[in-house]
């Protein structure tokens, strides 16, 4: 959990970079919403590993 956790936030750091260039604003968008979609995701699991502990 911690390594997706570690791509998540690397990949945060190279979206936050490239919004700054003009010209990667349109493909951004969508890597954005990936993003948002991998946040949800290692969420989810932590949620699930936590339950399964406790469980």
């Known amino acids: 959990?911690?390594?997706?956790n570690k791509?998540?936030?690397q990949l945060k750091g190279?979206?936050?970079k490239?919004?700054?260039n003009p010209f990667a604003s349109k493909i951004m968008a969508?890597?954005?919403l990936v993003l948002v979609w991998m946040?949800?995701?290692n969420n989810k699991l932590m949620e699930l590993e936590q339950r399964g502990?406790?469980?």
Request: glycine letters at 10%; aromatic letters at 0%; charged letters at 30%.
């Open 39 to 41: 946040e949800g995701v």
């Open 1 to 4: 959990m911690e390594e997706l």
């Open 18 to 20: 490239a919004n700054s």
């Open 30 to 32: 969508p890597i954005r």
């Open 7 to 9: 791509i998540t936030d």
């Open 14 to 16: 190279e979206v936050a």
């Open 53 to 55: 502990k406790h469980g």
